[in-house]
């Protein structure tokens, strides 16, 4: 709780909202304090009455790695104890390397972050990362990734921990979008969140009732594999007409360069007005499209779970309102009227942050673990 509350919460704050007495609270607030796990913090004058003494986390507590594997770019980020970014990389990246090669550019990349931050990588806590497949989590491994090919079963977590000696926890990109986004970013305070991540993949990350569901084997969330066209383009995972096939970021490029082609073989001129004019018509009808066919899929999404916000992430997402208008209004036309009237349907404050930020908060979940073991 003092974790997620910006600002700091008093005790009184806390005892009420735990059902605990405020000496139960302040014999737990005093072990973490003589930890060194929780400060107490100035606040403002007030305007008569005693000022309430605020805690907060002690943001140097430790260092945090959050890594977001993409399956066309890298980013890392460096975090104090409290989540807040210090240093932050992002490269071009390719997952169809193969996991030798991809694991030892990450090594090289997060040496380069930690050098420019006068770190090494000893002084870390704990690092995050998620990769953009299905995760077995005990095992810390990928399952049948549709697009990680040469992925299926290695032990990504035990090759990190052993290389760098330091706690580290896997996730799927799209759950650890939903737990960035629910802890510093639009879901805040949100108990049935789903985030939509829109990449070069479409996959959904689920909070329910307060935790992140994954079901029998890490599969739930799938929704870039929901069917939207029976006998609609092949997807990378062998089916017809899914929804990452018609609308994920390789399909929309496709999407792109056939107009591209397409308007060169008519008789507009080189550059001419029209010329441009119909290529930017073109170019809104691909993403309308894109936006449709996510809203049908996410009218279903809805009407399954019934969430209270639907956060939409992802390198696509950064297309804006333009993508977000023909979602929101197939969504309010497709689900049932009594869960479309509930949900809101907002792009990631976090923006391409929100899986790194996520891997962030798991592995400070992690270093807590290690403190509660020892
Ligand atoms: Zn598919």
Known sequence: MIRFTPGGISRAEL????YLTRSAISTIIDDLKRQGLVDEIETGPTTGGRRPILLAINPRYGY???IDMGATHLGIVLTDFSAHVLEEI???FSVTDGPQSCLSQIDGYLAELLSKSKLNISQISAIGMDVPGPIVAEAGEVSSPPIMPGWDGYPIRTHLEELWQ???TIGNDAEMGALGEWAYGAGRGESNLAYIKVGTGVGAGLLLDGHIYRGTSGCAGEIGHITIQENGPLCTCGNHGCLEAMAGGQAIARKAREAIEAGRRTQLSAISPDRIHAV??????IITDAGVHLGIAIASLVNLFNPSMVVIGGGVSQLGDLLLEPIRKTVMDR?????????????????RRASSMGAVVQAINISLDHLIDV
């Open 64 to 66: 945090i790695v959050g």
């Open 90 to 92: 992002e490269y071009p």
């Open 15 to 18: 005892a009420r909202q735990m």
């Open 280 to 285: 930017n018509v073109a170019a809104q009808q």
């Open 335 to 351: 689900s049932l009227h009594s869960a479309a009237k509930v949900v809101r349907i907002t792009s990631a404050v976090l923006g």
């Open 166 to 168: 330091v706690p580290v």
